[in-house]
């Protein structure tokens, strides 16, 4: 893999970003469905070597770091459709959550 090459992982996509330019070389959408699909959820991303590891609701995938293609992808049954982490040997991923509230105050009387 390039070093100018930022991959991300957001609302079911990964994709490569040039890092001189901020440049999108390509997209991959993860697959979409009922149970088990991948729109707008969270995409964890790992990169080994000429490949791209991807986890997303309750599914994992690999593709291809040239171009994005999906390889292979694994529906990791019985395991729920959450947040997917993944981890090899001196790597890990870690999500950032955001959570979004009302905002409610409080006042006495």
Do not use: H, P
């Not at 990964?14 to 993860?30: F, H, N």
């Amino acid at each position: 893999m390039e070093n100018d090459i930022l991959i991300i992982g957001s609302n079911g996509y990964v994709s490569a970003i040039q890092t001189s330019d901020g440049c999108e070389l390509w997209r991959t959408k993860l697959r979409e469905g009922f149970f088990g699909g991948s729109g707008g959820c969270d995409v964890s991303v790992l990169i080994e070597g000429d490949k791209i590891f991807a986890g997303c609701a309750g599914r994992i995938y690999a593709l291809r770091t040239s171009d994005g293609k999906i390889l292979w992808d694994n529906d990791l049954k019985g395991m729920g459709y959450n947040q997917v982490a993944l981890a090899k040997e001196g790597t890990s991923i870690q999500f950032i959550t955001r959570i979004e509230g009302t905002g409610s105050s409080s006042s006495n009387s």
